[in-house]
């Protein structure tokens, strides 16, 4: 069994129960010993809200209590690992969770293409954003 991460997208479509979160993951969230969310998706999701560009969203705080999730806090050890992060992605809520993953050594459960581009294991979550284009 996997001990995960979910980014800040996974967190929305599990708490929506969003069909966009692929049954794949779906399954890997159910049958995980430990199931994670950062910080840094609260954070994000706090400062989206604020900016209207997200609406609708539960507190994180619920959404995580009640999924039975586990709560992530952000380190210095994770901070540093993020700077320490080749420039792949400039989202900084994306690399601390990437950051934190690799610290804590967990399975990220993503829809970011851009997340396999580091050295971090992933499930995808669904229809992959973030590809490059040719």
Known sequence: MSRLLLDT?????WDLNDPRLAGTARAAIEESEAVHVSAASAWEIAIKTAL???T??????????????????????HAQAAGRL?????????????AAAQVEELVIVTSDAQFSRYDV?????????GAPRN
């Not at 997208?9 to 479509?13: D, G, R």
């Open 121 to 129: 294991p992933t499930i995808r979550a669904g229809r992959m954003s």
């Open 86 to 98: 080749p420039p792949h992605h400039a989202d900084p809520f994306d690399r601390l969770i990437i």
């Open 9 to 13: 997208q996974v967190l929305l479509w």
């Open 56 to 77: 609708g969203a539960r507190s994180s705080r619920t959404a995580v209590a009640e999924g039975g999730f586990d709560e992530l806090p952000i380190t210095f050890e």
């Open 52 to 54: 209207g560009k997200l």
